[in-house]
């Protein structure tokens, strides 16, 4: 759907179509539809108007690499946004994979609780050949007891889909921009920048359970944080 969008096959404010249509169509449920056109609102490509229907809002141009502080697909899902078709190659250098007990420092930075057991995932997010982010993770073991590097190597919120360990429910996020460190200027790509964009997520299972606290430090200038309300 998103192709399609953005190759005119809906062009801006055409409707899409019926529900019971598009299942059909992709020989899916009317719930996997509803998901999908959430998702897609959520993106800011559409939007449900009450006794009109699904309409295909004009695009917004911006040529950076966009993503979203929404995401829960993992670093994979930058390649879904149509904006994004500079994206030829992308790949994960895992740099530390530890158990590691949460002290009250770590405590106050991922909010977890004083003796909990999480693994520490450091991650060097390469876009066409170029360290273009760095992930500074941790997440409750409790959560998922067997998770092992090269799940990490992979995609972790895959793992936890294809394990069907829990739902992930809601993310709580902080974005700011801070001067590179010494260590991020070695890692990342900056060439004449010295800061980095900072995005914080805090992420949770349905059940309530904090599971995951996420830092991810980038090269501001080549991405864009999109977000999208309705009202």
């Known amino acids: 759907m998103k192709g399609e ?17 598009l299942s059909e169509r992709f020989s899916v449920t009317r719930n996997t539809i509803r998901r999908a056109l959430k998702k897609l609102q959520s993106e800011g490509l559409v939007y449900t108007v009450k006794g009109r229907g699904v309409v295909v809002l004009e695009p917004v141009t911006d040529n950076r690499m966009v993503f979203s502080a929404a995401n829960h697909f993992g670093f994979q899902d930058l390649t ?32 977890f609780s004083l003796g ?22 941790y997440f409750r073991k409790e959560n998922m007891p067997n998770l092992s590097e090269n799940d990490a190597q992979k995609s ?4 936890i889909r294809d394990e069907n360990l829990f739902k992930i429910a809601a993310a709580r ?13 070695d890692l990342l790509d900056l060439d004449e920048s010295n800061c ?16 995951e606290c996420t830092e991810t430090k980038y090269i501001p200038n080549h991405f864009s944080l999109v977000g999208f309300e309705s009202y």
């Open 173 to 185: 996020s902080v974005a700011t921009v801070e001067t590179a460190d010494e260590r991020e200027t």
């Open 5 to 21: 969008i953005d190759s005119d096959v809906y062009p801006p404010k055409t409707i899409l179509p019926g529900e019971e249509e």
């Open 80 to 111: 879904s946004f149509p904006q994004n078709k500079s994206i030829r190659e992308l790949a994960t250098k895992v740099l530390t994979f530890e158990e590691v007990e949460i002290d009250s420092e770590l405590s106050e930075h991922t909010s």
């Open 196 to 211: 980095v964009g900072v995005l914080k997520k805090y992420v949770y299972t349905d059940l309530g359970s904090l599971f």
């Open 156 to 159: 972790i919120y895959q793992y």
């Open 116 to 137: 909990d057991i999480a693994y520490h995932v450091e991650r060097l997010r390469m876009v066409n050949g170029k360290a273009m982010a760095l992930d500074t993770s």
